[in-house]
């Protein structure tokens, strides 16, 4: 069980869960409780995937505004596109 729980407390880490929390989970799957621990694990998956997908939206954003810049760009100079 040592090798999970270390292995557990690098993965929690590596995702930024909080010392409190990540205690909670590596208590929980010492004491068996695997369905609390995978909660911890699940909520923080969720919570990464929210910032992803609002990192995203500003990416598809910029990457408009670049478009826009360029198709004006190229009519001003008399190109065609």
Not at 27 to 36: A, H, I, L, V
Not at 61 to 78: F, K, Y
């Amino acid at each position: 069980m040592g090798e999970l729980n270390d292995d557990l407390r690098r993965c929690l880490a590596d995702a930024r869960v909080g010392a409190d929390e990540t205690e909670r989970a590596v208590c929980s799957c010492e004491q068996g409780r695997t369905r609390e621990t995978k909660r911890v694990l699940l909520r923080q998956r969720q919570h990464l995937l929210d910032e992803v997908h609002d990192m995203q939206h500003g990416i598809d954003a910029i990457d408009h505004m670049l478009h826009r810049m360029s198709d004006e760009g190229a009519g001003r100079r008399g190109i065609v596109r």
